[in-house]
């Protein structure tokens, strides 16, 4: 659950940590993992916004995949918290397990 609410404040970097010291869990491993392809993927968004400011749509990809980073981690956790395996929809698998 963790993994997943500290995409909304440290991006990739909280979902790294937790996927190293705990990647031999099951469970958590598998939801780190999963924050962490959602982070990346986000990364890739962000820098085609940041591309594409000088066009000014740039701008709204950058505050959508943002909405959409707090919604999706959020309810990422809530799964989480009930037990329930979360598929982040449009990540990338770039990390696999």
């Known amino acids: 659950m963790l993994a997943h609410l500290l995409g909304i404040v440290s991006g ?3 979902a790294f ?3 190293l010291v ?3 869990d099951d469970f ?6 999963e924050a962490l392809n959602f982070q990346l993927s986000l990364i890739i968004v962000y820098v085609i916004g940041a591309i ?10 950058i505050v959508a995949a943002q909405i ?4 999706f981690c959020i309810v990422a956790a809530s799964q989480a918290y009930d037990g329930i395996r979360y598929r982040y929809p449009l990540a990338l698998r770039l990390i696999s397990g």
């Not at 958590?28 to 993992?33: K, T």
């Not at 594409?52 to 990809?61: Q, R």
């Not at 959409?68 to 919604?71: A, E, G």
């Open 12 to 14: 990739p970097v909280g």
């Open 68 to 71: 959409l980073n707090v919604v």
């Open 52 to 61: 594409l400011t000088s066009i000014l749509i740039g701008v709204w990809i």
């Open 28 to 33: 958590v491993g598998d939801a780190s993992r």
């Open 22 to 24: 705990k990647k031999n």
């Open 17 to 19: 940590v937790i996927y």
